[in-house]
Structures are given as structure tokens and as C-alpha cells.
């Protein structure tokens, strides 16, 4: 059995590489957004050994490139890693197979360019979702992206035949500049199926229930599933989060489940924590959209999936203050977490606090195309690890032409010295003028 589990991953593994050239099984890849301007023809990104044409919709920067490959999940001993570990050694004791080799295999070395029907189309997420949008997104061009969660491989692992599995690796976001924001962050998500006789096995009378009917869909199960199987996966889905929790922070633990939205799962929830009394989301999880389980060829079965950000559940598990710490090279933060067991306890020691720099900038908006994660994508790449957040401190409208002005306090702080004003004073300038150039705005500065 061992041998036979470890010749389906290596073959699962190669039909994953097979797919990485491009097109999804069966799927034409529809280019989404405006043709490439003009000029943009001929110009190519390259990126983990292969060449990508950009276009309009091409918007990586250097900041983000330089990330792509660190692999801060697979660097042993480093915090990303041991919580993996720690999740890993949880799946692998607790769920096993008849013969007693892991239930859940485990990928965490996919590659994070993804196409675009991989990362929206097989999730079921409308081509007019909002978190399609190009000021959200990281593209290499209108078909290939930098995965904006991990489940852009859910589809590709079920189409190979796999019905329990962990998927880890870097994901990529333009957001907000904060202590919890980052462009690069790393998740880690579950999937499993249940055939008929799995789901009901030791249930009473359980010969006599189904997995599916035609009815009607309702806040608490999908139209293609019993409401009898929809509970016991939502039960299954619950005990098996409540245990990894437990596991991960101990005996005692406060949980309560908040009911969501997810276009991938339904019914959807999200777990929230209590920790040092404060409420706190760890993770989205939910029932499987059969739709989706279908289109992989799963069609007997229904399943339950999870997906946490490991940096968040990091960040409350050693109490690390900021999340630029995780891309730190310094060695009095890596040495923290060069333990013997990795389920030691780990409470991180602060680093020396360095007085922050803080500057403002004003400026008019352009009538059209301006969004706010463009401006902080440019802050990320002209300041880069020494901007640690970017508030929206004023917004007005001139009474007259209705032009609109915003007002951003910049906080500039080095993680391991100080920094001088002059030195800020450079990256400050370099900011505003590559706003005008690149923006559009028009300086109050």
C-alpha cells in the first residue's frame, strides 16, 4: 500500500507539471479585460524558468517578483514552516487509511502561476466578481496570474483522482499596507470526499439515506444535496477544525462559527477564535459546491473544504506583532524558532523598537482609472519592507470642479535600525513623483 500511495503521488505530480504549460483540461482560456496597448506587444516577464507575453493587464512589480520562490513555508525552522509541520503531523496521526499510510497527501511545492481559469473559472466565481478586478490581482498577462488563493489547485487534485489532500504555498494579494497586510502571504487548505458508504458508515439505518436529490437550494444545504448528507459533512467539517485548533493552540479553546459566503462552498462559515479575549477569524471553510465536484469527475461523492492564512494564525500563535517579520533575515528573529520539537511553545521576543518616520502626501485624483492598491503597490515597490502602513487620513471635494483630493500618512520604520529623515525624505520624494508619472495625480504636496 505504501508503494502504491507513493506511484499516485508522483503520478498525480506529473499530470500537475503537465498542466502548468497552460490550457485546463477541455477549457479554452478566455482572455479577460481591454486588448494590450499599444507597445505592450513583444515585451515578456520571466518568471521560475518560463516566459509570459505582457499585455494590459500585465501589473507585477519588482517588489512582488523578488518574493516569487522564496518559499518561506518550506524553509525549515522558520515559523511559516513549523506551523505547516505542526498541521501536517496533525493530519498524518489522526486520519489514515486502511493500512494504515496517511489519508491526506500533501502539495506543497505547486507552482504559484496559475492561470486564470484555474484560479477563478473552476471555482465556480463569476466573470463580473469583484475579486476578478486587476487592482486586487497580480497578473502576468489576461491569462496567467500569481494565485490568489490556494485553491486554484482544488479542480487540477480532484480531476486527478484524489478525495483528501493539503494544498500549501504563497499566495498573492494587492491590498492595504498595515501590520496584517502583505502582497505575499502563505495558505494552507484541506479538501476530502465522502462516497455514500464513507458518509453514513456506522450511522443508523444509514443503507437507507442518499447523498442527493433534486430539491430546492435553502440557507443551510445546496439543491443536489439530502439535508441528511449536508450535516453530516458540515459535522464531519467542524469536528475535524475544532480538533486542528485545539492541536495548534490547546485545551480550552473558545470557537464559534460565523455564517459567510464563499462562491465555491455552501453552506459557508468562517471560525473565529477567542484569544486573550478578542475575537478573532482564522479561517473560511464549507460544504462543497457540487457543481464543482462534478466538473471534476467526482460526481459520487461530496466533500468539505478549509482554507487558513498561516501568517494569521501564526502572528496569534507566537505573538508576532507585524507581518513584514516573516520576510526578516535577522538573526534575532529566525533563531526564536530553532526549536528541538515543533509543537515547543514559541513566544516572540519584540526586536529592539525603532522610532518611526512618518510623512504625509496630498494629492488630486485623475478623473478615471485610479484605485487605491495602485498607490500602495507603488509605495510597496519604492519603499518596499521599510513601509510599515499607509492610512487614508482625508479625502475632499472641491466645491467647484468636483475633483477629489486624498491625504495618506505614510509610517516608515525599520525593523532593525533607525532611520533618519533624510534617508525617508528620498523614498518620500521618489513616491510622489512616481505618482505623477505613473498615477496620474496631480500633486498638493
Not at 82 to 110: C, I, M, N, W
Not at 254 to 273: A, G, K, L, N, Q
Not at 406 to 416: K, S
Amino acid at each position: 500500500m505504501v508503494c502504491w500511495a507513493l506511484r499516485r503521488v508522483g503520478q498525480v505530480r506529473a499530470r500537475l507539471a503537465r498542466r502548468d504549460s497552460g490550457v485546463c483540461r477541455g477549457h479554452e482560456h478566455q482572455p479577460l479585460g481591454p486588448r494590450p496597448a499599444p507597445g505592450a506587444w513583444g515585451s515578456t516577464v520571466e518568471l521560475l524558468g518560463k516566459s509570459y507575453p505582457q499585455d494590459d493587464y500585465s501589473n507585477l512589480t519588482r517588489k512582488v517578483l523578488s518574493k516569487v520562490g522564496r518559499n518561506l513555508h518550506n524553509q525549515p525552522l522558520h515559523p511559516l514552516w513549523l506551523l505547516k509541520e505542526r498541521v501536517k503531523q496533525h493530519f498524518y496521526a489522526r486520519y489514515t487509511g486502511r493500512a494504515g499510510t496517511p489519508l491526506f497527501s500533501v502539495y506543497d511545492d505547486l507552482s504559484p502561476v496559475v492561470t486564470t481559469w484555474q484560479n477563478f473559472d473552476s471555482l465556480l466565481i463569476p466573470a463580473d466578481h469583484p475579486s476578478r478586478k486587476k487592482g486586487d490581482n497580480y497578473y502576468l498577462n489576461a491569462t496567467h496570474m500569481l494565485r490568489a488563493h490556494t485553491s486554484a489547485h482544488q479542480w487540477d487534485l480532484l480531476r486527478a483522482g484524489l478525495d483528501a489532500f493539503l494544498v500549501v504555498g504563497d499566495v498573492y494579494r494587492r491590498d492595504q499596507i498595515d501590520a496584517q497586510h502583505y502582497p505575499v502571504f502563505h495558505q494552507l487548505e484541506a479538501v476530502r470526499l465522502f462516497s455514500r458508504h464513507q458518509l453514513f458508515a456506522g450511522i443508523k439505518d444509514g443503507e437507507n439515506l442518499q447523498l442527493f436529490e433534486q430539491s430546492s437550494r435553502s440557507a443551510h444545504k445546496q439543491e443536489t444535496h439530502t439535508l441528511e448528507a449536508t450535516k453530516l459533512v458540515e459535522f464531519d467539517l467542524k469536528q475535524t477544525l475544532t480538533q486542528l485548533m485545539t492541536h495548534i493552540f490547546g485545551d480550552g479553546l473558545d470557537i464559534r462559527w460565523v455564517d459567510c459566503y464563499f462562491p465555491f462552498t455552501h453552506p459557508s462559515f468562517e471560525m473565529e477564535i477567542n484569544f486573550h479575549g478578542e475575537w478573532l477569524e482564522v479561517l473560511g471553510c464549507g460544504v462543497m459546491e457540487q457543481q464543482l465536484v462534478n466538473s471534476a469527475g467526482a460526481q459520487d461523492r461530496i466533500g468539505w473544504a478549509f482554507g487558513l492564512g498561516l501568517e494569521r494564525v501564526a502572528m496569534i500563535l507566537y505573538d508576532i506583532p507585524d507581518i513584514r517579520l516573516f520576510w526578516s533575515e535577522d538573526e534575532r528573529f529566525l533563531k526564536q524558532f530553532r526549536v528541538q520539537d515543533i509543537n515547543q511553545k514559541v513566544t516572540f521576543q519584540p526586536l529592539s523598537k525603532y522610532p518611526a518616520v512618518i510623512n504625509d502626501i496630498s494629492f488630486w485624483l485623475p478623473r478615471e482609472n485610479y484605485t487605491e492598491n495602485d498607490f500602495y503597490d507603488l509605495v510597496r515597490t519604492i519603499g518596499g519592507d521599510l513601509v510599515e502602513k499607509v492610512d487614508l487620513i482625508d479625502k475632499f471635494e472641491h466645491p467647484k470642479t468636483h475633483r477629489t483630493s486624498h491625504c495618506y500618512r505614510i509610517t516608515y520604520r525599520h525593523m532593525e535600525r533607525t532611520l533618519s529623515q533624510k534617508e525617508v525624505g528620498g523614498i518620500h520624494q521618489a513616491v510622489q513623483e512616481a505618482a505623477v508619472r505613473q498615477l496620474g495625480v496631480e500633486g498638493r504636496f
